[in-house]
């Protein structure tokens, strides 16, 4: 089988990569020690064993957990640093991270140190790499549109250092529209803007993402297979689906990776593109996903693996002349 080869060399882009989800174990109590912060568990066996999710919020909690060793500026350069090398490895040749300011924020960390860490990791990426990266700021929507616009305001000090906003963390009972106000503001300040939809959510979360939010790509946004007249909208305005499946699978939003959704997506003609979403915590990085993928899904051939990455480069926010060169 010639197709895992293939996956694994083929250049591509990554779109849907959380930072903070990509800490692992290993490194979260080697900064817990570092840092002096106190862990809930005994070891980093303990911690991985913990590593059980039924949803989107049973991850989060402990997504939350992990990010609290995160303290200095350093800290930031060195998670991001680890997933870069990572990522190139698997012939990742740009990436779009987000970051959840709020997280670190939050605890008292200020936004100069979390902007730096990563933007120097991205640095010293493009050029002991050779990986080109960009960093979006994720608003967590389980807070107030209000703390979304204090966090912009924090982060405008350092406009130049980060490309977009997204919208992240728990979906149901958080609709985009709840965020309206901040995504015009963020529109008016020329960011990109993307944000998660159609994860657990309805495609009506995706609907008011595009019509409301005026997002530019929908993160996840595998529940719009539900709605025909979505569909059409998608690959009617090439509005790119950053698709995560091994995220997917260990939330439940599909209970097993031969019922996911990818070659619909696909054969619908919409712009879809695979990610990891958070490495660290769903078991595996960029051509984890794709070898996996195409192994469940038997349907998936050679066309769609150069599709996908294809996609990847159309979708990314770089600019056409660079992006055509990798198409
Ligand atoms: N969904 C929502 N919020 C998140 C995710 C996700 O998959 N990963 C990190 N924050
Ligand atoms: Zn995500």
């Known amino acids: 089988e010639r197709l895992p080869a293939l996956l694994a060399a083929m250049p591509k882009a990554e779109l849907h990569i959380h930072i903070e989800g990509s800490l692992e174990p290993e490194m979260i109590f080697q900064l817990a020690n570092r840092n002096g912060v106190e862990l809930a568990y005994e070891s980093v066996e303990a911690l991985r064993r913990a590593y059980a999710f039924t949803d989107l919020q049973s991850f989060l909690d402990i997504y939350y957990a992990g990010a609290s060793v995160l303290l200095h500026e350093q800290d930031f350069y060195d998670m991001a640093w680890a997933y870069l090398e990572r990522a190139a490895r698997d012939h990742v040749v740009h990436a779009e991270i987000f970051f959840d300011p709020q997280t670190h924020t939050a605890r008292g960390v200020g936004m100069e140190a979390v902007i730096r860490g990563l933007h120097r ?17 994720c608003f967590l929507r389980h807070l107030s549109e209000e703390e979304a616009f204090a966090t912009l305001e924090e982060a405008m000090p350092f406009r130049g250092q980060f490309i977009g906003v997204g919208l992240d963390s728990s979906e149901l009972g958080h609709p985009p529209e709840k965020f309206a106000r901040v995504f015009a503001r963020c529109r ?7 944000a998660h939809a159609g994860e657990e959510g309805p495609p009506a979360y995706i609907w008011s993402a ?69 490495p660290a915590y769903f078991g595996g990085y960029m051509n984890d996903n794709l070898v996996q993928t195409f192994a469940a899904l038997p349907q998936l051939d050679a066309r ?24």
């Open 121 to 137: 990791a991205s640095q010293d990426a493009r050029e002991r790499l050779g990986i080109s990266s960009a960093l979006i700021l």
């Open 188 to 194: 008016e300040l020329g960011l990109r803007l993307v």
């Open 210 to 278: 595009l019509d409301v939010l005026k997002v530019e790509r929908i993160d996840h946004g595998v529940q719009a297979v539900h709605d025909a007249a979505l569909m059409r909208r998608l690959a009617e305005d090439r509005i790119a689906l950053t698709v995560c499946p091994l995220s997917n699978l260990k939330l439940r939003v599909f209970p097993e990776l031969a019922q996911h959704n990818l070659k619909a997506l696909l054969d619908a003609g919409l712009v879809a593109t695979v990610n990891s979403d958070d």
């Open 304 to 327: 769609d693996a150069w599709q996908l990455a294809h996609n990847s480069f159309e979708a990314s926010f770089v600019a056409p002349d660079v992006r055509r060169a990798w198409q």
